[in-house]
């Protein structure tokens, strides 16, 4: 072990790929390896990139990490949507030079099922942010599907969230519903290109217009990420957002508010884990059943699976 | 403890008063009331009552209760926040003679502090709701605090949600953009004789027209709570909601549905207290501090938290 956090460490890139698939698999030994290299990050620009289904985002990363890869910064990407095209080992949209990207040394992808845990992401994908963040690089781009509750979620684990929005479809305003843009950092308004991408930008100005006086309003960037168009803007944007952070002196609260969210949910995980463990998906409905028939009250049944953990 | 169940299920409103407390205040004694008391629940039509601040909805619950009082029903109040007329044992709005509702046996209120349990309601509220069950009530009024996750949890403990708006001062919008009008069955637009009323209907259709094909558009109600005006309609909007609930088999799976969320919520809490009851703030802040300064990782200060819970 101590070789491989050697080799890691000194930037071999076949060692960073070992060491997020054990630590993505949660394993004892991955764990072990977090240990080892969590105190290595922390220098990191991570950035989350959310947006409704067919809004361009997985485009629109590769876009982007192409951007950074021009201003000679090194890029990690984690796609958290099994439907990314990134989980096929390609990514669509060859005049971007999509298949360059694979092949650079300076950026490195890993696409991560969704493992449904409640609440939002799967604990695992701080995780593999932390092993990229520690092998040293730039920025980490966090692809994370538009649907449920991850988009919020995405907030605690990256310091800038883009929220992709798409022209047309009305997604757009399923976004807005589903309160995600309360946590928008940067609005990014994609296929700019589409003829309702004006109409778009005019409704999110009305909607942050109406916003709290005081409060931040988030800047839109328009882009057509198939095309590359737009990245410069909002590099900028997102660099802007963190200099914003820096100067205010809310980076370092923000750590620590991520960092307390971070350890809470872990514990979280591992005492649900506990009763997942000692309670079969029968016991549960049977128990579950019970409290909606009325023959058992939520205390007791709660009380019984607690229990079954050993308290 | 047996006379008070008995007099309780007779109908004796002192010894509901004293239930409740104990219930409310989680103690061991209450949890024996409330396993006794659950199963003669299940037949209450319990509404919660949300909106933002200003909204009027402590006075719309009143107004409503008022209306079923005529219809012949029984009506329990929970108000949950710390605000609301209520807690302080009175209730504005003379009008629509508020304090004749104070001194009806037929309607029982009982305000609740927003305890501030981390993601939503305190879990004592469905408890409360569980006794105002046990003892016959008709219909179950939930007000809750217009701010933060409280409107969408109330979701999960009441069958009909009730989402109040409030025209011309921008809080509607608000509430849209909380994504809480996803969790709406009834929508009112309170203050109806208010001249932005009906720019806020409009509003509020527009953005219905944009669900998904298929999927329910809550009726919008307009009222003037203060004047008790609205309220038959608004009664009648929320019985025909449970009627669809019913005839739609909903009805039964919503409530195995609350249960399952329930006994998972409570077990959480458990396990969290026991962390909270093993662990000072001082610890945790100083746990966090260090993962924020990347002196240690977050699954080694997460174990550090669990076992001290003795795991």
Request: glycine fraction near 10%.
């Amino acid at each position: 072990m101590d070789q491989l956090v050697e080799r890691f460490l000194k930037g071999d890139r076949r060692a960073l790929a070992r060491v997020v698939t054990r630590v993505e698999n949660q394993t004892d030994e991955g764990r072990e390896y977090l240990r080892a290299l969590f105190p290595h990050g922390g220098r990191a620009h991570t950035i989350g990139v959310t947006g409704g289904a067919g809004s361009g985002k997985s485009t629109l990363v590769g876009a982007l990490a192409a951007e950074y890869r021009r201003r000679g910064k090194r890029v990690g990407i984690v796609a958290v949507d099994p439907s990314s095209p990134f989980t096929y080992g390609a990514i669509l949209g060859d005049r971007i030079r999509m298949q360059d990207l694979a092949l650079d040394e300076g950026v490195f992808m890993r696409s991560m099922a969704s493992r449904g845990a409640i609440g939002g992401l799967a604990p695992t994908i701080d995780d593999v942010v932390a092993v990229l963040d520690a092998f040293g690089f730039d920025f980490i781009l966090i692809e994370t599907v538009g649907a449920g509750q991850d988009e919020v979620e995405i907030a605690g684990t990256a310091l800038t969230t883009v929220l992709v929005n798409n022209p047309g479809t009305g997604d757009d305003i399923q976004a807005l519903k589903a309160g995600i843009i309360e946590i928008a950092d940067v609005l990014v308004v994609n296929k700019a290109d589409h003829p309702g991408a004006d109409v778009l930008v005019s409704q999110l100005q009305a909607l942050l217009s109406l916003a709290p006086a005081g409060s931040r309003r988030p800047p839109i960037i328009k882009t057509t990420a198939v095309k590359g168009e737009g990245m410069e803007a909002l590099a900028e944007a997102i660099d802007a957002h963190r200099q914003e952070l820096e100067s205010s002196g809310q980076l370092e609260e923000q750590r620590a508010i991520d960092a307390r969210h971070q350890v809470l949910g872990i514990a979280r995980a591992i005492l649900l884990e506990r009763i997942r463990v000692s309670t079969s998906d029968e016991e549960l409905d049977a128990l579950v059943r019970r409290v909606a028939a009325r023959d058992l009250d939520p205390h007791s049944a709660a009380e019984a699976l607690v229990a079954s953990v050993g308290g």
